[in-house]
């Protein structure tokens, strides 16, 4: 049993290890984190550049001496304000204005009314203001539109009222700071606009529309992999424990988790203003779109599900189905990739995007499922009795040391067949939903001459981590 000395110099060891290891892993994390997204490298540069800026209102004498300590609530603002997006930032310096200027106009209004009474009418006075403002604030909070447009905004309100009416009880020239505090805050909104709208701007819209392309090229590489993998003459190792190093798991997880960030970037997009000839983004219809690739996806989840499950159809028996359901995907995967395109170049899909090749691949899988009946539905018994046997087989299977007893049934690959049938119907959804966003939209026609380009690398999609909700105070 080790003793205490040995387990303190145990500790100091691994502590020492950890020590010696720390500047690497600041430094992978550092480099991977501006390799992922570029211009998250540009964004911090343009903080930087908006503090020091912001700064100069207390370095610059002659700066300081117009508008003095309060110069502190303009560097607030840029910490507060400027996001990563120009639409993140304008709702949010839009927002900060807007209560700031409300919250300062209704206390002046106030003060006014109670000014001309005495100290104990003018505190109880000041106090029910508070109480009824406050209350009424919050619970307008819980509006549906004003939270997700206008929340931060109603917070800002509530701390600018609050801090005016009840310093203008003791503090006299409390009119004169709410004023340089507006004109402050204006300045530091001022540089934020600036510094996002006009530096390396970087738009919610392109983000939106370029994390909908990443989404339709991701499931497509699931797909195919998915049928190519199940079909694979090569047995894989469990990788349960690894998902996230599975490139399947890798193209559909972004669709899965885009809910969120969806609805964020639309909301942001919808105030940016037109900066390029294709800025027309029907913001809400990628979130219809979306929301159709989610559900597409859950069936995608499903088929890769299907190579996971503890039954499996023997190798010798899915070969017999093999060519017709590699064909299907593939075709699958090439329509997928062809409304990625449709959406990259801003045109409208192939009319040939739903080709002859997928029905005669479907049609051939449907005849050899229907030229192998005896796999599907046994002899005389009936399919409770063969999913029955199937579970014993494979429990028998279990247990013997070698794998020289193969199961005869090929129910499983019944599930896998329906599934992948089912993701060719729900394409008839996403197909229609992106028909739909380029008439919105105005995309161009589409021409013979546009080439329809089937790449099934792994999709790079580097906005889910830079559109987060805020959790910054409300300073």
């Not at 509006?143 to 917070?155: E, L």
Request: charged content about 20%; proline content about 3%; glycine content about 6%.
């Amino acid at each position: 049993m080790a003793t205490s000395k040995e387990r303190w110099e145990k500790n100091i060891h691994v502590l020492d290890e950890k020590i010696k290891k720390f500047p690497g892993f600041v430094w992978q994390t550092t480099w991977r984190v501006g390799r992922d997204d570029p211009r998250r490298v540009i964004h911090a540069f343009k903080v930087g550049l908006a503090l020091t800026l912001v700064s100069l209102l207390y370095l610059v004498e002659p700066l300081f001496e117009g508008i003095g300590q309060n110069a502190i609530w303009a560097v607030m603002t840029v910490v507060v304000v400027l996001e990563f997006t120009a639409g993140a930032t304008l709702i949010k310096g839009l927002n900060r204005g807007l209560g700031t200027l409300l919250a300062g106009s209704l206390a002046f209004a106030i003060k006014y009314i109670a000014q001309e009474t005495g100290n104990v009418f003018r505190a109880i006075f000041i106090g029910a203001a508070v109480f009824v403002i406050g209350a009424a604030a919050t619970y307008i909070r819980f509006f549906p539109y004003v939270k997700k447009n206008y929340d931060y905004g109603v917070v800002i309100f509530l701390l600018t009222f609050n801090l005016i009416t009840v310093s203008s009880f003791r503090v006299s020239n409390v009119l004169k700071i709410a004023h340089e505090r507006f004109y402050t805050i204006a300045i530091g909104c001022g540089i934020c606009l600036l510094m996002s709208l006009l530096v390396f701007p970087i738009w919610s819209g392109e983000d939106l529309h370029n994390s909908t392309v990443s989404k339709l090229e991701g499931l497509a590489k699931s797909i195919e992999a998915c049928v190519n993998e199940y079909f694979s003459d090569v047995e894989k190792e469990d990788t349960q424990d690894k998902s996230s190093e599975d490139p399947i798991y890798k193209g559909y997880k972004n669709v899965l988790d885009s809910k969120s960030q969806d609805e964020t970037l639309a909301l942001h997009a919808s105030w940016e203003p037109r900066h390029s000839r294709h800025c027309r983004y029907p913001w809400q219809q990628y979130v219809k779109l979306g929301a159709v690739l989610r559900h597409f996806g859950y069936t995608v989840v499903a088929l890769h599900g299907c190579l996971r499950t503890e039954i499996q159809t023997p190798r010798s028996c899915r070969a017999l189905f093999k060519d017709p359901c590699i064909r299907v995907a593939s075709e699958v995967s090439k329509a997928l990739v062809e409304l990625a395109n449709s959406i990259r170049n801003h045109r409208h899909c192939s009319p040939e995007i739903l080709s002859d090749h997928l029905h005669e691949a479907l049609q051939d899988l449907n005849t050899a499922i229907k030229s192998q009946p005896r796999l599907f539905l046994g002899s005389n018994h009936n399919q409770a009795t063969n999913m029955l046997a199937l579970a014993a087989a494979h429990a028998r299977q279990k247990q013997e040391k070698d794998h020289g007893v193969s199961l005869s049934k090929a129910l499983p690959f019944a599930a896998f067949a329906s599934l992948l049938v089912e993701i060719v119907a729900r394409l008839d959804n996403v197909i229609e939903e992106v028909e739909e966003l380029g008439r919105i939209a105005c995309f161009k026609e589409f021409k013979p001459g546009d080439e329809i380009v089937f790449n099934c690398e792994t999709p790079k999609v580097n906005v889910s981590q830079n559109h987060l909700p805020s959790t910054d105070g409300a300073e």
